[in-house]
């Protein structure tokens, strides 16, 4: 085999062989920036819907009905609704699980959707899910310790303003866009 | 379910969206891709020792690509929402590995010696082999969490497996190291299996343990001191790697049981201070058992001065000692290579001689593919640690979050300890590098730790399941208004 080929192939093996793992980090990246371009699609609207969501946490459940108006129609177009749940404090800070329409439950029992290992919780705590219209509603499953929506105890299933911190035991969890 | 489904532009894939995409496609696509690198490696090797493309081209492609096929059929089938990348990485590094042996088995120097000669075949047999646990761990593991139930049943299986190699009549003392067991012809490293059975246990024990272990502590110097009783667990861990160095002389098999146990620590209670314990207690470990211990003495003085080693291995000596040029011709081979090696079949690996084909397949790695190969090649096996963090960091229990590090940190420990051993950066030890050299235990034992990864991530990736009706759903339930 003359020189020319070894020399070739060997480059090209070279080449397939970073090809290979260029293609794995694509495959890693967009694993990783999946959730970009929405971001930036909504980014305006989240600035102009974060002074609404502020106002809507102070009054709470004062007017729910409204609240529910407002966000059901923009809602269901996923304008106005969060995409995703975080969690912000506790073991699992840092776990995101995407809000499409399913109930999500919170506790220390290994059926929940987010399994909590944490003392103070209870283990079928909360559970959050979204009401016919849409709005997603945050109900506490009669624990031990409670839920907690901003500074307030639950006591009624209560819709959930974007942002608003809900506090289960040493676990905090908002939505967000 | 899907009313408050987002229009396309909004999808998110973030873990654990409903609808989110399987990326068994992706999967497919880079196996493919995976399976012809090896195959393109294959026919290069033919080429450059006998002017032709080997004749076992076809079977040996059809070979890999039939596991990898099957593989990939059963992670559609039983883990849907697995990591697109940890099978086609695990599939490359073992179909190079293939390569890799076959090219030393065309070696006449090696078939002298009984290194090479046939072991391609074997280490093909021994892939599928793995490949079939591999399986069996997806089908018969629905979910990891019931791996929980064994924690105390895996310790003690640990232990076992650990101390096998020195049952007198089963162990075999291979080279100074007793970390193999004979069964019939066959012989087997317990510890690789020991590795995964082992994190099962960490995973399950700190689970439970860790807020004792984080929060009962006192704050000095920035350091937070645990309590005495607390130091119990990595006491009993370092002394157990302890009795592992002195009786089974085996440095590795050492360094990656305590090293895999800190790092298990440090994450499950965010406290450095474990790290620096653990660091402080290897380096006065491994200093005290290598004061008296000859064996240890002498790899590390083969570490320190491999050419005074090279020189000694010509010359008859009297010292009662083996003295080996192999990490001289190692360091040799990875300099010959250069920056982009010799090309494929035109190195000398053969001056390596023993274990040219298994602990010093890197060598051969390194003069044949050069610094950019050998780069390529750990970048790939970093991606792989890399998904396994990503899988812990997905993962919604704390249980799978402690497995999935605990694995893919005894896998990059596992690489790191191979990797430097042959490269001289520290003491060479006994452990083979995952999927590439020769050798069935290591093999199969690193397709089931892919197995548990695999159904850990598509645990962690998989759409959030709907609970179970709630049992006191009756009392809770509130009217809504609608």
Known sequence: MSELTLTVMRLGFLAVLWLFVIVAVQVIRSDLFGTRVTQRGSRREAGRAQPAGGRQAARQQATPPQQRGQQGGGGRRGRNAPSKLVVTEGTLTGTTVALQGQTITLGRAHDSTIVLDDDYASSRHARIYPDRDGQWIVEDLGSTNGTYLDRSRLTTPTPIPLGAPIRIGKTVIELRK | ?482
């Open chain 2, 1 to 482: 379910m899907s009313s408050t489904t987002n229009s396309p532009t909004h999808h998110t894939s973030t873990i654990g969206a409903i609808g989110a995409p399987s990326r068994r496609n992706t999967e497919l696509a880079l196996l493919i891709f995976a399976v012809l690198i090896p195959v393109f490696a294959y026919a290069n090797v033919g080429l450059a020792l006998d002017n032709r493309v080997p004749a076992g081209l076809l079977s040996y492609g059809l070979g890999l690509g039939l596991l990898a096929g099957v593989a990939h059929l059963v992670v559609r089938k039983f883990a849907p929402y697995a990591d697109p990348l940890l099978l086609p990485l695990a599939t490359l590094l073992n179909g190079l590995g293939l390569v890799a042996i076959w090219r030393l088995d065309q070696s006449k120097a090696l078939q002298q010696i009984h290194v090479a000669g046939g072991k391609a075949t074997n280490q093909l047999m021994y892939t599928a082999m793995g490949i079939a646990l591999f399986v069996a761990v997806l089908y018969f593991l629905k979910d990891h969490r019931t791996l929980q139930r064994y924690t105390y049943i895996s310790m003690v299986c640990a232990l076992i497996l650990l101390l096998l190699p020195l049952v007198p009549g089963l162990g075999t003392n291979v080279f100074g190291a007793k970390i193999w067991i004979h069964v019939g012809s066959f012989s087997i490293q317990p510890g690789e299996f020991a590795k995964i059975v082992l994190t099962i246990f960490f995973a399950g024990y700190l689970m439970v343990k860790r807020d004792a272990l984080a929060l009962a502590s006192r704050r000095f110097m920035g350091l937070y001191l645990p309590r005495g009783r607390d130091l119990g667990p990595i006491l009993v861990v370092w002394a157990m790697s302890i009795l592992i160095l002195v009786f089974e002389t085996d440095l590795g098999t050492s360094l990656l049981f305590f090293g895999m146990f800190v790092i298990m620590l440090y994450v499950a209670t965010e406290r450095t201070s474990w790290i620096v314990f653990g660091l402080l207690m290897s380096a006065v470990g491994a200093v005290g058992v290598a004061s008296f211990e000859p064996h240890i003495q002498t790899r590390v003085q083969a570490w320190l001065n491999p050419m005074r080693e090279y020189k000694l291995s010509r010359m008859v000596t009297h010292d009662g000692i083996a003295h080996s040029d192999q990490l001289q011709q190692a360091l040799w081979a990875f300099g010959s290579g250069g920056t982009l090696g010799t090309g494929w079949g035109q190195g000398h690996s053969e001056l390596i001689k023993f274990a040219a084909n298994s602990d010093f397949i890197l060598a051969t790695f390194g003069e044949e593919l050069g610094l950019a190969g050998l780069m390529a090649i750990l970048l790939i096996y970093g991606l792989i640690a890399e998904r396994g963090v990503r899988t812990a960091l997905a993962a919604r229990d704390p249980f799978g979050k402690l497995l999935a590090i605990g694995l893919s940190g005894a896998f990059a420990l596992q690489v790191f300890v191979v990797a430097g051993g042959v490269m001289g950066l520290i003491p060479l030890t006994g452990m083979t590098m995952p999927f590439l050299a020769y050798g069935g235990s290591s093999v199969i034992a690193n397709w089931a730790l892919i197995g548990v990864l695999i159904r850990i991530s598509d645990t962690a990736r998989r759409p959030a399941p709907t609970p179970a009706a709630n049992p006191d759903a009756e009392m809770t339930q509130v009217v809504r208004p609608s």
